[in-house]
């Protein structure tokens, strides 16, 4: 790269959303590449990092945090947001009421952390388990949804098969770029 020094960036990205809609699972396949269907419980906060070259003088490390355990209680605490750069909300496209507490971890989110310059930060939602035969995905509702309410976008993900995983993470990517 001409002997430019390369940016190296952190960026802490927060991965919310209810029990069991796969929020884990993506972590793991989009940072180890791997699917594992052993569940476990874990309480604790917990991330994992992923670090993309994302052009010849640009490497960004993207921090996942997980809130391992803690959605039970449908919010988290600002400590954990501090900081935050992004965020993506994870609904599971076979159970309604993951979609419907979709705007409340939003709420939660909005009220708890901004960017710099007060503005909300990105949130992208991920409508995940479309592998699954019973998963209903209602694309222009969600177009609608996202509009209205503020996302940069949605996909509909399969952590099982890997579908769309490394494409949302991408274009998640691109938007943290704007606003950092
Ligand atoms: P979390 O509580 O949101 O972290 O959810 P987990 O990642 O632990 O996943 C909950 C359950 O859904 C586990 O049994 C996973 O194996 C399963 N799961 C997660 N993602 C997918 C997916 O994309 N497709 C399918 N079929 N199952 C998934
Ligand atoms: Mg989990």
């Not at 640009?58 to 935050?84: N, P």
């Not at 409508?127 to 949804?145: P, T, W």
């Amino acid at each position: 790269n001409n002997g430019q020094p390369i940016q190296q960036h952190l960026y802490k990205i927060l991965v919310i959303g209810d029990y069991a809609v796969g929020k884990t699972s993506i972590i793991k396949r989009y940072c180890t590449g791997v699917f594992s269907p052993n569940y476990k419980l874990t309480i604790g906060v917990d991330f994992a990092v992923k670090e993309l070259v994302w052009d010849e003088k640009t490497v960004v490390s993207l921090q996942l945090w997980d809130i391992a355990g803690h959605e039970r209680f449908g919010t988290m605490t600002r400590v954990y947001y501090k900081y935050a750069i992004a965020a993506i909300i994870v609904f599971d496209l076979c159970r309604p009421a993951t979609f419907e507490a979709v705007t409340k971890w939003r709420d939660d989110l909005n009220s708890k952390v901004v960017l710099g310059n007060q503005e909300p930060i990105p949130v992208l939602l991920l409508a995940n388990k479309c592998d699954l035969k019973s998963s209903v995905i209602d694309a222009e509702m969600l177009d609608n949804f996202v509009r209205e309410n503020n996302f940069i976008g949605w996909f509909a993900t399969s952590a099982h098969s890997n579908i769309n995983i490394d494409e949302s993470m991408r274009f998640l990517t691109s938007k943290v770029l704007e606003v950092a």
